[in-house]
């Protein structure tokens, strides 16, 4: 079976990251799933954002995690997860949602977002979407998985590779062949943009491969 093919905050070649348009683009260009990274806002609203301030994507002094969401969103229209999981919902596209550490509330985002995801379980079950969790984060990895959620560790590491807690490992492609996953591991490769690193997806079996590009590695897969 070839790998499923998740869009990195969106079809983020194409679109400004992280943004609807880019996440609308992700489900055009034919990708399985969304990617996100995840931080919460000075009052607690998960947002879909991975620098910890809005400098580089809206030239803005603001940090998230001192910023109110109300704060955020007339600087910028940041996506909240709970639009990301609509939309996700809507198309029947998977998840793999990202927390950021380290974050001034530590494990509160781990929480928050479990607590988010089992209020619309049912919705969930009833799409048939799948949703995994991922982070750099040992422990915030170990937290997902004790909850019984998929739980993927990244690593840019093949050493630290061999010591993941998660049910799923996330390498970045440079070091994907050094990896040697676990029996029944799965495997979610970040960031895939070329055509011949999808062919090495595709030769290690691995699950999901996280790009910037999805029309061009949907294009190449299917042409292999």
């Not at 910890?52 to 910028?76: L, W």
């Not at 959620?149 to 990244?154: E, F, H």
């Not at 050094?178 to 030769?203: D, M, S, Y």
Request: charge should be neutral; proline fraction near 5%.
């Amino acid at each position: 079976m070839p790998p499923l093919i998740y869009a990195h905050r969106g079809a983020s070649f194409d679109f400004p990251e992280m943004s609807m348009a880019a996440y609308q683009a992700a489900v055009d260009q034919g990708a399985d799933g969304f990617e996100c990274d995840l931080r919460l806002t000075k009052d607690g609203v998960m947002v879909c954002w991975h620098d910890a301030d809005m400098a580089r994507i809206a030239n803005s002094k603001k940090v998230i995690s001192q910023s109110t969401y109300s704060e955020i969103n007339a600087i910028y229209p940041i996506v909240t997860l709970e639009e990301l999981l609509t939309l996700a919902l809507k198309h029947k596209k998977n998840l793999a949602l990202e927390t950021k550490h380290p974050v001034p509330k530590g494990g509160l985002i781990e929480n928050q977002l479990l607590a988010h995801l089992d209020s619309h379980k049912s919705e969930i079950a009833a799409q048939e979407i799948h949703i995994a969790i991922m982070s750099f984060s040992w422990r915030a990895v170990w937290r997902i998985r004790r909850q019984g959620w998929d739980s993927v560790y990244l690593t840019g590491h093949s050493f630290l590779a061999r010591f993941s807690p998660g049910n799923a490992l996330g390498p970045w492609i440079k070091i994907l062949d050094g990896i040697r996953p676990k029996k029944n591991q799965k495997i979610f490769v970040w960031t895939v943009n070329e055509p011949e690193e999808a062919l090495l997806c595709l030769r290690r079996n691995v699950d999901v491969i996280i790009t910037d590009k999805p029309a061009l590695i949907r294009s190449t897969l299917e042409s292999a």
